[in-house]
C-alpha cells in the first residue's frame, strides 16, 4: 500500500513537471524575434557597424584622442553582439550603424569658495545612422551624448579608462535602445 502510494505520487510529481516543461516551452517559442534583451530583430539576419570616424575637433573645445574611434566602433559591436543572436558582417548587413564621433571635451563643473575648479566633466558625443534594409521606417539619425565627472586634481589620462567604459556603456546601450528596443 505504501509503495503503491510512493508510485502514485512519483507519477503525479512526473506528470506536473512534464506541464511545467511544456509551459516553459510554449511561453519561450511564443517569444517570437524577442529576446531576453527586449531586442526586436525582425527578420534581420546580420548588422554592421561601419567605423565611427572622429571629427571631434571640429567641435570648439573637443580634442582628438587616439584610437577612440576604433575602440566605440569595437564597443558598438560588442554591445549588439552580446545582446542579439545577429551575426557579424563587415557588409550589406540587415542592419547598419554608421556615424561619427562629434565632440569630446573637458569642461569645469564645480568650484570651490576660492574660485578653483573642483571638479571636470568629460562629455562625448556621437552621431548615428541607423538603416533596418528589412523594415525602412525604424531608420534614424540621430546624436548620442554621455558625459563622466571627475575630480579637477585628477588628469584626463588618469580617469580615461574608466571614463571611457561608462561614457562607451551608456551610448551604445542607447544606441542599441533606439535602434532594436521598439519601446
Given at each position: 500500500m505504501i509503495l503503491r502510494q510512493i508510485h502514485l505520487n512519483s507519477m503525479t510529481l512526473f506528470n506536473k513537471g512534464k506541464v511545467a516543461l511544456l509551459g516553459l516551452f510554449l511561453f519561450l517559442s511564443g517569444c517570437g524575434a524577442y529576446n531576453f534583451s527586449g531586442a526586436d530583430v525582425g527578420e534581420a539576419q546580420s548588422f554592421q557597424v561601419n567605423f565611427f570616424q572622429n571629427y571631434a575637433d571640429q567641435t570648439p573645445g573637443s580634442t582628438i584622442v587616439p584610437?577612440?574611434?576604433?575602440?566605440?566602433?569595437?564597443?558598438?559591436?560588442?554591445?549588439?553582439?552580446?545582446?542579439?543572436?545577429?551575426?557579424?558582417?563587415?557588409?550589406?548587413?540587415?542592419?547598419?550603424?554608421?556615424?561619427?564621433?562629434?565632440?569630446?571635451?573637458?569642461?569645469?563643473?564645480?568650484?570651490?569658495?576660492?574660485?578653483?575648479?573642483?571638479?571636470?566633466?568629460?562629455?562625448?558625443?556621437?552621431?548615428?545612422?541607423?538603416?533596418?534594409?528589412?523594415?525602412?521606417?525604424?531608420?534614424?539619425?540621430?546624436?548620442?551624448?554621455?558625459?563622466?565627472?571627475?575630480?579637477?586634481a585628477a588628469s584626463l589620462t588618469s580617469i580615461q579608462a574608466a571614463a571611457h567604459e561608462e561614457i562607451f556603456e551608456r551610448l551604445t546601450q542607447d544606441i542599441f535602445n533606439a535602434s532594436l528596443g521598439n519601446w
Open positions: 584610437g577612440l574611434d576604433r575602440d566605440f566602433t569595437l564597443a558598438l559591436q560588442d554591445m549588439i553582439n552580446n545582446l542579439t543572436s545577429l551575426s557579424l558582417t563587415g557588409s550589406n548587413g540587415d542592419l547598419v550603424y554608421e556615424g561619427e564621433i562629434v565632440e569630446y571635451k573637458v569642461i569645469p563643473m564645480t568650484a570651490t569658495a576660492d574660485q578653483r575648479t573642483s571638479q571636470n566633466r568629460l562629455t562625448m558625443s556621437v552621431n548615428v545612422r541607423f538603416f533596418n534594409t528589412k523594415k525602412q521606417e525604424n531608420d534614424f539619425e540621430r546624436r548620442f551624448s554621455f558625459f563622466y565627472d571627475f575630480d579637477a
